[in-house]
């Protein structure tokens, strides 16, 4: 079912002291001012995972996500975490094939569709990332891109399968420059998205699907990004890693 969601990625950043200290001021200040129906999420690094489900479970509002995970379901890979060490730690939700994951640990469309694949077999939420480097977008070919990683990844899935799952855009020129793609760049690339999927599996499909927009989103520009009917919510960077800002995002809608 689509949903306003707004769901903090805090990368490789914040000690386990502080990624609780962190995790503890917001759910407050979720409890405190923010109403309606928005969805938070906090995506946290591996070993705060534990502690921030606990800090949140009294926080029906307040979910966690895992900022990766395997796609091996166990076995002899030193370093990497399964989908089912992360069900066992209560975590809800897991974000597959951002962009530095992509570029950075060279994660390919087939590597995605079986962490995608795992993430659904045991019941967690797939946050699936796509999105174009400022070449192929400076080409016009950023549709293209951006429905061929859908393509790939996700176009296996059946179409009650599909609905389980949250998209993420993410302009790769807009992470972390400071630029942002306009509201009416977000827009566009969103009903591309949702357009590409009812292809696949109709329309009733494509919009129960909650689309988020991910790219330099700060509370200044939130409200504008999410004012449009195909934008769901955000996948924030940098602004989550700030109670008060991330707050601030949330209360956007």
Known sequence: MRKHIVAGNWKMNKTLAEGKALASEVVNMVHAEVPGDVVVILGAPFIHLPAVVQLTASASKVLVAAQNCSEHAAGA????????????????????????????????????????????????????????????????????????????????????????????????????????????????MHAKIRGHLASQYGAEAANNISLLYGGSCKPDNAKELFANPDVDGGLIGGASLKARDFIDIVNSF
């Open 77 to 188: 890979y030193t370093g990497e975490v399964s989908v089912a060490m992360l069900k066992s730690a209560g975590v809800q939700y897991v974000i597959i094939g951002h962009s530095e994951r992509r570029q950075y640990f060279y994660e390919n469309s087939e590597q995605l569709a079986k962490k995608v694949d795992l993430a659904l077999a045991e019941g967690l939420t797939p946050i699936f990332c796509c999105g174009e480097p400022l070449e192929v977008r400076e080409e016009k070919a950023h549709f293209d891109y951006v429905c061929r990683q859908l393509t790939e990844s996700l176009f296996h899935l059946t179409r009650e399968q599909i609905t389980r799952l949250v998209i993420a855009y993410e302009p790769i020129w807009a992470i972390g420059t400071g630029k942002t793609a306009s509201a009416a760049q977000a827009q566009e």
